[in-house]
């Protein structure tokens, strides 16, 4: 086992063996939760499992945030253990409470997919969708699941839909943007994120940029990138996850790195304007760590890669190409390239 599972396994235990010293029950099932958590990092996903049924006998009759947090931790375990009944009964239970949860029925979408319930899981995607029409992450996230299972006639039909909603302003513009290129529909593409530059969206620069480097436009793509650092001292946290994007679409995988860790580190320090940030950039941090993971996968370092998809999958159980690709990774640790 690497050094850093061991020292997250040992965490785990030291702090299940706490436990029997805490007497408020929310006390419990957040100490239980947090020794789940390490054991999924470490990779230990049975004895997550048991950790996150311990937080969950901690509930009583109460089904709030925590305790639907939890039960999402629960089917992570499980679905990585290919329990997929028991990931798919955790899902329905959250359903039952809230049939309009979005993340719920989507994670459902997912494991349907995983059990070759290829109907099923279309129907429960576009079902979540339709929930949340300007949701453009969870149509492009659907599209990559769908994808990643050879599905790309399902994949295509469910981002027609989910790019039908027309909503307004300039965030709605570069997600329909996002989408329209994916369906190559490529000036139509462009127009959108002009027209997000126009109301003011500096970022729409980079996806323009993007899309510029993307389809061999590299001068396009380094005037795009010059404007908008000309506009902006400190690029946020969507403007790093962009330039980290598009240096790592031209090759330069330790330019990319450089900026993964330019977002993320300042984000690794608890605190409340950090945990605000986090929730109000939820995207962008995770094409972060995406491209950090393919990153140290381009420059053969299987181990981090690993590692890094680990973590990334434990915070995002839904996204089935992410676990696949995990399982990819699994297979090359160890494996360095000169």
């Known amino acids: ?50 950790q996150f049924e311990r937080a969950l006998d901690n509930a009583g009759y109460v089904v709030g945030d925590r305790e639907k947090d939890i039960n999402f931790y629960l089917a992570s375990a499980n679905f990585m253990l290919q329990d997929l009944d028991g990931a798919l009964e955790r899902m329905n239970a959250l359903l039952e409470f809230d049939e309009k949860d979005t993340d719920a029925l989507f994670f459902k979408g997912s494991i349907l997919l995983a059990k070759g319930m ?84 500096n970022e729409a620069l980079l996806y323009e940029a993007k899309a510029m480097a993307q389809h061999g436009d590299t001068e396009g793509a380094a005037s795009k990138r010059e404007n908008y650092l000309s506009k902006v001292n400190e690029p946020s946290i969507e403007g790093l996850s962009l330039l980290a994007e598009i240096s790592r679409i031209s090759g330069d995988y330790a330019g990319a790195l450089s900026y993964v860790d330019q977002a993320l580190t300042p984000l690794s320090t608890e605190s409340e304007e950090n945990t605000k940030k986090i929730m109000q950039n939820q995207s962008a941090i995770k094409s972060l760590r995406r491209t950090e993971i393919a990153c140290l996968e381009f420059t053969g370092d299987f181990n981090k890669a690993y590692e890094k998809a680990n973590a990334y999958v434990t915070a995002y159980p839904a996204d089935a190409a992410a676990v696949r690709e995990l399982k990819f990774l699994e297979s090359r640790k160890g494996d360095t390239h000169n």
Request: contains cysteine.
């Open 1 to 50: 086992m690497r050094k850093k599972g061991l020292f997250a396994v040992m965490a785990a235990m030291l702090l299940t063996a706490f436990l029997t010293g805490c007497a408020d029950k929310s006390e419990r099932q957040d100490a239980f939760k947090a020794a789940g958590i390490e054991y999924m990092k470490a990779g230990n996903y049975a004895e997550a499992k048991t």
């Open 118 to 201: 290829n109907e099923e899981a279309v129907n429960t995607y576009n079902e979540a969708l339709t929930l949340a029409p300007g949701n453009y992450d969870m149509g492009i996230m659907a599209y990559e699941n769908l994808m990643s299972y050879g599905l790309s006639e399902e994949a295509a039909g469910v981002l027609q839909k989910a790019v039908a909603y027309t909503g307004e302003g300039s965030t709605k513009s570069t997600g329909r943007g996002r989408m329209l290129l994916i369906l190559d529909r490529y000036e139509e593409g462009i127009n959108a994120f002009e027209e997000a530059a126009m109301l003011g969206n």
